[in-house]
Nanobody, 121 residues
Framework: QVQLVESGGGLVQAGGSLRLSCAASGSILRINSMGWYRQAPGQQRELVASITRLGTPNYAESVKGRFTISRDNAKNTVYLQMNSLKPEDTAVYYC???????????????WGQGTQVTVSS
């Protein structure tokens, strides 16, 4: 199995910045894509950004130009730099990774416990 530990959430004023980190550990053969999702109260979970093993990013339209996703394959860690934050970015942010793990056939999806990001106006 894979454990994902997130950090970096918190309270920030509109226009501010936060950086989220997520480190994966466990019986990992290879991590494929990694990404961040978010879920606001009463809303469905949505993709914020993802990044392939080779570093190709993908962003939700609502965060393009403001958020940057990156990863360190040697550390099995993904980062999300969030700039120019808006109140509508307020949500619980979840780390996700798709990985090949020992004892399982085919890639599996794993989730972190979530970290709260609150942007005040």
């Amino acid at each position: 199995q894979v454990q994902l530990v997130e950090s970096g959430g918190g309270l920030v004023q509109a226009g501010g910045s936060l950086r989220l980190s997520c480190a994966a550990s466990g019986s990992i053969l290879r991590i494929n894509s990694m990404g961040w999702y978010r879920q606001a109260p009463g809303q469905q979970r949505e993709l914020v950004a993802s990044i392939t093993r080779l570093g190709t990013p993908n962003y939700a339209e609502s965060v393009k130009g403001r958020f940057t996703i990156s990863r360190d394959n040697a550390k099995n860690t993904v980062y999300l730099q969030m700039n120019s934050l808006k109140p509508e970015d307020t949500a619980v942010y979840y780390c996700n990774c798709n990985a090949d793990v020992f004892g399982y056939y085919g890639p599996q999806d794993f989730w972190g416990q979530g970290t709260q990001v609150t942007v005040s106006s």
